[in-house]
C-alpha cells in the first residue's frame, strides 16, 4: 500500500432517496469533483432536529475525491440537495493502493 501525502479523501453525504443520489452522484462526476461515489442503502439514521427525535431511512454515498475538490464538492452538494442542514463531512484517506489513488487524482482532474 502507498501513502495518499494528504492528498484524496472520503465524503460521507447521506440522502432520502435513490434519485437524489444519481442526480448528485452524476453532477460531482460531470464537473470532476469525485471519481467514484458508492450509494450504500439500508442505512438507519437517528437524531434530534428541532426538538423532536426523528427516525428516517437514508442512503449514504461514499464519495471518493481530491481535498483539492472538497470546497466546491461541498458547495455542489449542499446547492443540489433538498436538506435544509445537509451532511458533508470528510475523512483523510492516508493509504492506499497507489494506482487507485492515481486514478481519483486524474479523475478529479480538469
Known amino acids: 500500500m502507498a501513502a495518499a501525502a494528504g492528498k484524496f479523501c472520503m465524503v460521507f453525504v447521506t440522502v432520502p432517496t ?3 443520489a444519481k442526480a448528485i452522484a452524476g453532477g460531482l462526476l460531470e464537473k470532476k469533483l469525485a471519481a467514484c461515489i458508492n450509494v450504500i442503502s439500508g442505512v438507519t439514521s437517528y437524531y434530534e432536529w428541532e426538538g423532536k427525535l426523528e427516525e428516517d431511512n437514508e442512503l449514504l454515498l461514499m464519495i ?3 481535498k483539492d475538490s472538497f470546497d466546491d464538492l461541498s458547495e455542489y ?3 443540489n440537495h433538498p436538506y435544509d442542514c445537509v ?3 470528510s475523512a483523510d484517506i492516508d493509504r492506499g493502493n ?6 481519483i487524482e486524474k479523475s478529479c482532474t480538469k
Open 87 to 89: 451532511e458533508v463531512i
Open 77 to 79: 452538494v449542499k446547492a
Open 18 to 20: 435513490r434519485e437524489v
Open 64 to 66: 471518493k475525491s481530491t
Open 98 to 103: 497507489q494506482p487507485y489513488l492515481d486514478w
